[in-house]
């Protein structure tokens, strides 16, 4: 059974900084590329970033500079990132993995199989 378990959300000032997590069972993460995306309440999902091992990392442009995808082959587990928090970063997070090798069109999660939890961020003083 394939699964994504997510952790590290919460609570954060704005300027802050979090870190996400996604680990992966019964796969194995490294030839999957993998996104995260968000939801904030009214809104369409969005997403966030994506790595793969073919084609590097993309980013949303609201989130460039201050957001970063990472990998730990050894622990099977993607991270994100995230510092210089806004309250407009405020969502639901999800993970995501596909089973191919570029992240050509991942901004809008078509395609992606498996999901994570997802995972409340919420910045706000």
């Known amino acids: 059974q394939l699964e994504l378990v997510e952790s590290g959300g919460g609570l954060v000032q704005p300027g802050g900084s979090l870190t996400l997590s996604c680990q992966a069972s019964g796969f194995t993460l490294d030839s999957y590329v993998v996104g995260w995306f968000r939801q904030a309440p009214g809104k369409e999902r969005e997403g966030v970033s994506c790595?793969?091992?073919?084609?590097?990392?993309y980013y949303t442009t609201s989130v460039k500079g201050r957001f970063t995808i990472s990998r730990d082959n050894a622990k099977n587990t993607v991270y994100l990132q995230m510092n210089s928090l806004k309250p407009e970063d405020t969502a639901v997070y999800y993970c995501?993995?596909?089973?191919?090798?570029?992240?050509?069109?991942?901004?809008?999660?078509?395609?992606?199989?498996?999901w994570g939890q997802g995972n409340q961020v919420t910045v706000s003083s």
């Open positions: 790595i793969s091992s073919s084609d590097g990392t």
């Open positions: 995501a993995a596909v089973g191919r090798s570029y992240c050509s069109r991942w901004t809008s999660g078509a395609g992606f199989g498996s």
